[in-house]
């Protein structure tokens, strides 16, 4: 009877409380504030809650258990839980119906270690982690060992707080660019910053984190790389953000930071970038930069680098301390904005000895301090559609550092009409020397001054300017006679105006010789002609069948022409004066001399012109071109040219020029050219200057330049295939981190190795009247060599010959990093010897964020 009664007991308690369970459901499923009347007191009335959640909670999982008394719910093995756009994946989830709470975890491996980390998935965005806790009802959230994929990054924080859907805190957060990791491929970044606190922001276009103070490690390995804050932004657009800089050491001036600023884009189409320069013995540069564009219209730039630069001690007799400035502007307009007017400028001023002074190592590692000088100029192009005229307006200052001059043009407008045929047939080809005959013809107006930095823009500056007007007038024609002659004929007419003229003499109070400039207006007419007669041949040889030269093809265009101009020193023509030198030697001067619209001729000729030019080729048999056979050439060309002046009173004959150009072994350039002088040249007893006299036949070299360059590279010592053949030779390929690496049978890697070498030299010699004459020669070196597939070094030499002494010399070494590339570069020798180090990370996001970008030393003013 008792065992009967135990056995009831319990189903009857399954039951009530399972009606007690029905009971509070259905209690929570009533509308809020629905009056219930109670079966015993009608009067009685209950208020019913707000439902706890908004939303129906989704589970499933291989093992699902519920304790109802605690109101938990466990989920084991491929748990998965959806409430509302969160979706929840782990391999174990509880859930407290009370608290309203999820936690989930990953698979656990045998030791006790996240195997398999459980992922959050809200608004199409994924999250990998430990542990995790969801509060379904705050929607707040606290992880462990989270991972948060941002843009082309991923941050992994040792705890993670969500405080809603737009804010995350977290805790010694490593933030990563590095491919390998993010895609899973290697569990260790190569690199990352590391912040003990991180807060990330998340908008509907945009995010960004906002960080303490930070350091970069790499390879797990702290580094020197510190920074207060960081503002790293997760956008498409253009976003502020600091200028890293590169650091190094420079022999006179010290240590350094190159390049240390900010950037801050203006509107969609400008940008400001703001850097420095900071050196330990006291130099400093500002370099302020406006960039701007706007698609389709035009692109251009504003910049400027003011500074100081302090050399030695103060104090003492090395001690220096010099301003320098430049100031750049470059716009150029795009060809599609507007096809008949076009607007570009390149102005670069700079002060006379910025060059040897300026602390930014960027001109001296792209050799910017050689220059001998600076040009400017803005122009205006004006094209019409109905008329075949093209006007020109330019302004040019060109700035001279060795003379400490500067030549100013403001402006010059050139009018062009474009070529036309003067009796062009209205149908049919142009036949004859009347159909042929083409007119050029334009108007050039013309201001100019040479002064100097005090001078500029001051009455002096203007009252030196002078102002010219010229009109040139060329026509030409041709025809064929006999098929295989051309006949040609040309005359120019120059017609010109200035407002300045010359007078000459000589001081005897100075001992000089002194040149005036008069405020007078004059001009002058002039007019040359000639006429020319060119043929081709061609000259062949065979060889026998068989033979490894198939033939030799020699091509030569010889030409006489016939070229005259009048004398118009003649004192009938006003154009030309005397005046009496320091010997009493009466001279002969132009009043145009110094001006800026030339001078007439002053003798007259009537002169014979020679000229040869030959190409020679050669046909030799080849395996590897299809046709059998290849060319190479010889002498690309091979030239002569001189003439013979019948009107002149003494040394008829002009210099001998000779010319060549040739390519050897299909590698080798070679460019040369040769001076004779035709006549004997004496000199007196203890003088350096000799005297043209009129034996003619005694050649002497006037001048010789020679320049030769030859390009190596390991493609030239290798079979086409065998790039290729590396593959097949080495079956095992390297994997994470060496995926460019073959390795044979001993476990050795193996990988191309490309390298360039350029080689060139280059010599030359002046002689003109002296006894000895001036020679230049120098050999330079110019190569680069990637010495595994990550490593790459390259320099550049120079070595000058007759000081025996090395000009320029670079050194640099680069290492991809996978995620980001460590430059290094040291000039060693030269005016500044220097070093400089950078590290860049090379994902674009930083790039935006940090502004890092890749330096090329053969781009002009390239940032650091």
Do not use: C
Request: charged share 20%; aromatic share 14%; no cysteine.
């Amino acid at each position: 009877m008792l065992k009967t009664g135990i056995k009831n007991i319990i189903p009857i308690l399954i039951i009530l409380i399972f009606n007690n369970f029905l009971a509070v459901l259905n209690a929570q499923k009533l509308p809020e504030n629905k009056i219930v009347n109670d079966t015993i007191r009608k009067k009685d009335t209950i208020v019913v809650k707000k439902e706890q959640l908004d939303d129906v909670v989704e589970s499933k999982a291989d093992n699902i258990r519920n304790d109802i008394p605690k109101k938990m719910t466990f989920l084991n093995k491929k748990a998965q839980v959806k409430y509302q756009d969160m979706q929840i994946d782990a391999d174990y989830i509880s859930i407290d119906w009370d608290k309203s709470l999820i936690f989930a975890r990953g698979e656990l491996d045998s030791l006790g270690k996240i195997k398999t980390p459980a992922i959050a998935t809200q608004g199409g965005k994924k999250y990998e982690y430990d542990e995790f806790t969801y509060n379904i009802k705050t929607r707040q959230a606290i992880a462990f060992n989270a991972r948060t994929e941002e843009s082309e990054g991923v941050i992994v924080a040792e705890k993670t707080k969500k405080y809603n859907d737009s804010v995350f805190f977290m805790r010694r957060g490593k933030y990563t660019t590095d491919e390998y990791f993010i895609k899973k491929k290697d569990t260790i970044a190569d690199y990352y910053l590391l912040a003990p606190n991180i807060k990330l922001i998340k908008g509907k276009n945009k995010s960004q984190v906002i960080t303490g103070p930070i350091q970069m490690y790499i390879e797990q390995v702290p580094t020197p790389l510190i920074m207060p804050f960081a503002i790293l932004p997760f956008s498409d657009k253009r976003s502020a953000g600091i200028l890293i800089p590169s650091f190094g050491e420079r022999e006179d001036v010290g240590f350094f930071l190159n390049g240390l600023g900010y950037y801050q884009p203006i509107g969609d189409h400008f940008d400001l970038k703001i850097l420095t320069d900071i050196y330990t013995k006291g130099s400093w540069n500002f370099r302020p930069e406006v960039n701007y564009k706007k698609n389709y219209r035009y692109t251009g730039n504003f910049s400027a680098d003011i500074g100081t630069t302090i050399r030695g001690i103060k104090g003492l007799s090395d001690y220096s301390k010099a301003s320098t400035y430049r100031i750049a502007w470059r716009h150029q307009q795009d060809q599609k904005a507007n096809p008949f007017l076009t607007f570009s400028a390149s102005v670069d001023m700079v002060s006379n000895k910025f060059y040897n002074n300026t602390v930014n190592n960027n001109y001296a590692f792209n050799q910017n301090n050689l220059n001998a000088q600076q040009n400017s100029t803005v122009s205006v192009i004006k094209r019409f559609l109905t008329l075949p005229v093209t006007i020109t307006g330019t302004t040019s200052y060109s700035q001279n550092f060795s003379t400490g001059f500067s030549d100013l043009k403001l402006p010059v407008v050139n009018v062009a009409i474009n070529q036309f045929y003067l009796f062009k047939p209205k149908t049919g080809v142009r036949q004859g020397l009347l159909e042929n005959i083409t007119v050029n013809t334009g108007l050039n107006f013309n201001n100019y001054v040479q002064t100097n930095a005090g001078e500029l823009f001051t009455k002096t500056m203007w009252d030196k300017m002078q102002t010219g007007l010229k009109n040139n007038i060329s026509l030409g024609t041709n025809t064929t006679i006999a098929k295989y002659f051309t006949f040609s004929v040309n005359a120019n007419i120059d017609n010109a105006l200035t407002t300045k003229t010359l007078t000459r003499f000589y001081n005897p109070l100075s001992n000089k010789v002194e040149d005036v400039l008069n405020k007078k207006i004059a001009g002058y007419s002039s007019f040359t002609t000639g006429a020319s007669l060119q043929t081709v041949l061609y000259g062949m040889l065979n060889f026998k069948k068989g033979s490894p030269i198939q033939a030799i093809r020699h091509m030569m265009t010889p030409q006489i022409g016939f070229s005259y101009s009048p004398d118009f020193s003649a004192p009938g023509f006003g154009y030309y004066k005397n005046y009496y030198n320091d010997r009493g030697e009466m001279t002969q001067y132009s009043i145009f001399d110094r001006g800026i619209v030339g001078t007439p001729s002053s003798q007259l000729v009537q002169a014979m012109t020679f000229s040869i030019n030959n190409n020679v080729e050669m046909k030799v048999k080849s395996k590897n071109d299809s046709t059998g056979v290849r060319k190479l050439k010889i002498f690309e060309s091979l030239n002569f040219n001189t003439s013979y002046n019948f009107a002149a009173p003494s040394h008829k004959w002009s210099i001998f020029q000779f010319s060549g150009q040739t390519t050897l072994f299909e590698k080798l350039n070679l460019n040369t050219s040769l001076a004779l002088e035709p006549y004997q040249i004496l000199f007196a007893p203890g003088e350096d200057t000799g005297i043209r006299t009129e034996n003619f036949g005694h050649f002497s070299v006037q001048g010789f330049n020679a320049q030769l360059s030859y390009p190596l590279s390991d493609a030239i010592f290798r079979k086409k295939d065998e790039k290729q053949d590396l593959s097949k030779k080495y079956s095992t390929k390297g994997e994470i981190r060496n995926e460019n690496y073959y390795f044979d049978e001993d476990n050795y890697a193996r990988f191309e190795q490309p390298w360039t070498l350029n080689i060139n030299a280059q010599y030359g010699y002046t002689r003109s009247l002296t006894r000895f004459g001036n020679k230049m020669a120098s050999i330079g070196l110019d190569g680069s060599i990637k010495l595994s597939p990550y490593w790459n070094l390259n320099g550049n030499l120079y070595y000058d010959v007759i000081t025996k002494e090395i000009a320029n010399t670079r050194i640099g070494f680069s290492r991809d990093q996978r995620s980001f590339t460590i430059n290094f570069n040291w000039i060693p020798y030269g005016q500044y010897k220097v070093y400089d180090f950078f590290i860049g990370i090379k994902a674009n996001i930083l790039r935006d964020a940090l502004k890092y970008k890749d330096r090329s030393f053969t781009q002009p003013n390239a940032p650091f």
